[in-house]
């Protein structure tokens, strides 16, 4: 066990900061996409090998090679200096990854550089309202008219669809094959006629995600990553990413500690609640938890730093375990509230902004999303445990 | 020997269930949780009797048990009905039955043209700057997460144990809304200054029943609540497919219904049992009363949690609108005393702590 | 509601007590089976109605109308009295009600007398090593010979085996047969030559259960109950009864009463452990949970009853959250004595004479055994709440 | 940056996890739990080192640290394993290095050739009539479960925060074996009137850091014998046949032995942690400590009873053995220190409570 990085990482650290302090008045105040500023800070970040690190120049990135480390350093660093580390997003998060993979040459030179300079936004066409967890049962169609793909059908949980320039797109192009085999990933514009986006409302009444209706969209015919029939294995070659990033046990941590100080200042009947000693023992079981999963999670980043293995599992069970108990930690943060705990939008009683009621419903929203924690299990269970798959069902 | 409803007290629920569908359908509720206006819903629950259903027959009332009282909340629940319920047809005929000060104000409460809020959540655990004081017959102080906002009326409990009966015309109140979660039960905040209100009862023991009685209904009204999302969830999973089979033959999904269903049913017995304890034991009231609505909150979060993972998605969304129950869930589990502060008050009604 | 049970019924009561009252020396001190009190004890309990009090006289019992209540009554000042209730056992339990039920005239006559009078012992033969949840899949063969069955196989969870005359046991006749219609109902004496018994030593350190192995073992061709290949149906008519009875709530609220007394006198570091908040808070938990389940089972018997419906979902629930609940109460008594929670067999610091340990254990068997918390599932799903069966696999 | 295990550390485990596969089979278990011999065993693992592992090498040890301790620890739950491993090979080289009176026993700890009992567990919640007092250097009172019994000496805490050396043979010592439902693990109480000591140190936070090393030795423990239930459970799903399937393609039992793995996984990372934490983390080492320990008896209860539901009656039976885990986990939970107490204790140490 070293819990140490080293003198190198330390000396990276120190640049970061550098950095960090040389151009704070540099950083972009809002979080508008199409900000001039923004886009001035992207293309600072970059330059400096802080965003895109470890894409190639010739495609618009900064070009080092892959370092864990280093990139959870810059992370960590502008985590701590409250600094946006430039632009996120599904095009920059997945687009760019699958198509460095398996995109053309010529499509890596059209849309990579623009999309990491934030000058092309995405948004992503996966889910179906009847393809959430069998997503490869999707139906929206297209089909080939000439040059042109017509697509026909809808898409949900997309976010973004509002502010984005393209969208990359499942759709089910060999309509008699097996359903994985059917399925191509095309790429198009979000102002071709026939596309409609309408917001779509969660139960913390926030529109964070759209359904989007496609009619007749004519898409060209080469704007398709991999071949007809291949979209599955597109979509896969990089799936795994997303699942790892939700119920990052760090943003647990912080929202731990911000229980505790509310615990310390909320009071029942002029007694704090963390007095209680019945709410003292629920906080520690959390906290308790909360470190098992960052050992966790720092077991994973050493196993990838160094190249070792042994932590499959370990990464398995992130998504479930992390979602699971950020979910009950801002529950928990309701209850010990008492009645001030119902305070919601507008309420002057607020604590915290709102965040507690809100992280409780939006945590549920993410045991759900991105595989529920039912799949989860049939994943854990099947390639953690090497149990068998259910066995195929008789027709009819 | 019967332990479960009379005839009379299934065609009350049947009557009531049968209104509520007829006029609480997704579109009603989101139409009041934008307007706030129950008007309509209020005058109809009026002419099947509901506000009355406590009033005592001497006050022109029908003279209900609380049982009944708890049928139509748990009714409530599962419409996830907007109504001035709980503190007008439940706290009022309860708090002021015999008070002669109140005769009228009674009538009007069973004929449904009054409403009264209920203001005593400090007694259950006051927070940082709230509680009234009652000093030389006035009030001062302020009342959060009063029911049945706006109302004519207001019964508002005192730091030590009076109840007293405040005129929301009356000098030196002011209030104001405050919104919670839940959409479908307006809420707001009274702040009162050297209020002169009529007085209900100085003995803490009259705000003991007040709290008994209300906390039962609340968990009748989760019992109803949580009853609906299980039956929605099960209708989802028999038509939703996924894998080319409905998902409710997959077993994760039947045995995330089975425990809902298992959690929920025992605790119907129980609310009836806590209901009728109300009013004929005496003795068992306030244990029982504390028991259920803490045990309520408990099997409520469990369901609230598990029915809208059953709904995937869709039940993340706004388009089944399955979050106004999972949100009446949660505010029947907040208000007039969390779980472990009803356990607490539990375990000392019995003597079993210092 | 009304929670009384009536004049009629408290004027039953006080018969019963009456009888208690003067016939206490008589009744047996020991639980010997055999015991000449004990076989005494039961005759006056069915003389007077309190043992064997529906089955007709013809058959050797009371011959009273079914009544819910009286039979309540005599349980309940029965145990108040802390009298024995006259001899249990699978016989009475299980065979009897199935002869009267499916049995021909002539079994009846045989059968159901001796046994209701303690004078013929029986076991039940019906789970197997191989089949257990799926008891149907069993493999216990019984061929016909001449005129008699030969039965060869093996069978588990046998209680009282080592004690008993004679076994009412599930065979597999006819091999070819889908595996519900190929069973086979048998009755055949305990010393019949090839029988081994062996005692199944369980997780408590009891041996409460056997393993009983056949070779051979002749059984003459007309004791049978039913049909060949009737055996699962006739097993089926009464198999609902056991279920019933595990988890009682009556039994559960005295452990919880018990588990008080213990909190309030078991100290840690001079303080009672009733006085630690948290884990009064867990008791309250516990209470709360005993009330809703003693509520739901005054609803069940009311509407047995009064012969009202209702209570169907009520009665089926209830196996699965009374032995949870119950192992949860026994574990949760462990807990709360720290170190003393360990203590088991000859240890001085017992507490309740290792009663708690004990039934920790005891009670997860009962979890498992009479159809798993997993099947429980599966039956309040598809009988409760009408979801479907699992579809049919595919083979191979 | 390595959150990990050293090569060292890998073979440490892999050679006590073979010699134990090798040695210590069921057989071997049971007729350890009718006689309680474990002589054979004891000295295999001391050819090994094991005894010798914390043992500074000045004192003729290995001089290896807390970390490798751990993974002996899990091994040796893992396997279920007798073995005076907590008093004997951690407590009494914790305790007992660079104390000079102490240096002939500790060379023999590391031979294998002597053994420690640990009775420091009034330390962690005292019974009535129990807890050892220390005056003018002679000890009397009560050490209830006192582990590695029968051993040659004993560790024994006072009532205020002392420890103490105890021989089995001073005069005013007696004692008897004490029954627990763990029969791998032998255990006793020692009864003392009077006895002369040797003073191993009148610093609670020496005690303070014996009880933070030994708790994080039983979650280890924990983790070993968690990890072998889950790996039995799994295994025998995969191959026991009900419905004409193996039951592990029921959903609802795969289910369970992933809501197993994705409690333990973290539990691994969490021991290593907590173990280096000793060595080198002193500000957070028992923080860590008592969380690690009240979380792996969370993990441990929960794993216990649903890797034993995955084997059905077999796994209530003592023909598989299962129980033998089963007991373990839960004497790692009761002994020194209860998850409410550890967790309290967490709180203090962080200044959360007043």
Redesign the interface.
Known sequence: ??????PE?EAFRQEVRDFIEANRDRAPKGAGLRDPATLEWQKLLIENGYAARTIPREYGGYGAEPDI?KSRIIAEEFARGQLSQGLGGQGISMLVPTLLEMGTEEQKRQFIAPTLRGEMVWCQGY?E??????LA?LSTSAKLDGDEWVVNGQK??TSTAHLADWIFCLVRTEPDAPKHQGISFLLFRMDTPGIEIRP????T?AAN?NEVFFTDVRVPKDQIVGARGQGWAVANAILGHERDSLGNPDATLSRLNAL?ELM?HE????VPV????????R???L???V???R??D??V???R??G?GGTG??RL?NK??GTELR?ELE?FA??V?????????????LRGHGSW?NQY?YF??L???GG???I???I???R???????????KG | MEFGLSQEQTMLADNVGRYLTDRVDLERIRRFAEDGDDADLWQGLAELGIPALLVPESAGGVGLACLDAALVAEALGYHAAPAPFLGTAVAAPIALAGLPAAEALLADVAAGSARVGLAIGEAAGARADAGVTARDGALTGKALFVTDYPADHYLVADRDGGLHLVAAAAAGVSHRPLTTVDRTRPTGELTLKGVRAEPVSDDPAVLGRLLDVTRVMLAADTLGAAQAMLDKAVAYAKEREQFNRPIATFQAVKHMCAEMAADIEPCRAMVWYAAHALDHLPEEAQVTACHTKAHLAEVGKFVAKTATEVHGGMGFTDLLGLHYWFKRIGYNRQLLGTPEHLREEAARAQQLTA
Chains 1, 3 share one sequence.
């Open positions: 066990m070293d819990l140490s990085y080293g990482y480390l889910s309202p009847g393809a959430g967890s069998d049962s949900i949980w779509l409302v969660d139960m009444g995600f505790i310390r009071t029942i009947d002029g963390i007095e209680h000693p019945v709410y003292r023992d906080l520690m079981k906290q308790g938890r470190l098992a999963m050992c966790n720092l077991r980043l050493s196993s730093v160094n070792t599992l370990a069970i479930l375990q979910h529950g309701v209850d509230m008492g009645e001030i705990g119902l305070a919601y939008g507008d309420n002057p009683y009621q419903m549920l929203g045991i759900i999303g529920t924690s039912q989860q299990k049939n854990i269970s099947e953690g445990l090497g149990m068998p798959r259910e066995p195929k069902i008789q």
